[in-house]
T-cell receptor, first 114, second 115 residues
């Protein structure tokens, strides 16, 4: 499968724990985006990387959230001290230099905070 | 910032009928408008998009129209089939070739096509 991949697909954690998700974009894509989707809503933008540079962050991204893309390939999203309100599907998308508009999504990581 | 409104929230049609989903946006700087289809438990899938220098685009049974003056765009699906049943999301982006590019999504339309 040469599409965007995410790991894990599901994560159940207790409130207060830290979690980390991984996204592997399509190999030639230099742009990578993180979104959050709750039930019955459209995806909400969290943050965006061009190569290894984090160029934009939503105000939704509180200081408990941090994202990295150290070598301009895969990215990680970490949530510290999780809260029940963090329960959501976390989606990653990527786009290429040649077609920067077109974002292709991964299958998502479903986070449940108990 | 940009705000995208999408209507209707649910839409039920008979197989073979047409379906139309409408979206409005608030930021006149937005210039890219994609539509995504999301089946239950699956990733959003890009099905068609349109840029602000184009008024209409068609791909087989799917078409999208854009009215920049009124700031609204629509998805048209003709000859609907049961496999078209899914949630459809519109989105807008103010891509300027630089740091922007994040998509602002509508809340989605659940389309049901009855055989």
């Amino acid at each position: 499968d040469t599409g965007v991949s995410q790991d894990p697909r599901h994560k159940i954690t207790k409130r207060g724990q830290n979690v980390t998700f991984r996204c592997d974009p399509i190999s030639e894509h230099n742009r990578l985006y993180w979104y959050r989707q709750t039930l019955g809503q459209g995806p909400e933008f969290l943050t965006y990387f061009q190569n290894e540079a984090q160029l934009e962050k939503s105000r939704l991204l509180s200081d408990r959230f941090s994202a990295e893309r150290p070598k301009g390939s895969f990215s990680t999203l970490e949530i510290q001290r999780t809260e029940q309100g963090d329960s959501a599907m976390y989606l990653c998308a990527s786009s290429s230099q040649g077609a920067p508009y077109e974002q292709y999504f991964g299958p998502g990581t479903r986070l449940t905070v108990t | 910032g940009e705000n995208v409104e999408q209507h209707p929230s649910t839409l039920s049609v008979q197989e073979g009928d047409s379906a139309v989903i409408k979206c409005t946006y608030s930021d006149s700087a937005s210039n890219y408008f994609p539509w995504y289809k999301q089946e239950l438990g699956k990733r959003p899938q890009l099905i068609i998009d349109i840029r602000s220098n184009v008024g209409e685009k068609k791909d087989q049974r799917i078409a999208v129209t854009l009215n920049k003056t009124a700031k609204h765009f629509s998805l048209h699906i003709t000859e609907t089939q049961p496999e078209d049943s899914a949630v459809y999301f519109c989105a807008a982006s103010g891509w300027d070739g630089g740091s922007q590019g994040n998509l602002i999504f509508g809340k989605g339309t659940k389309l049901s096509v009855k055989p």
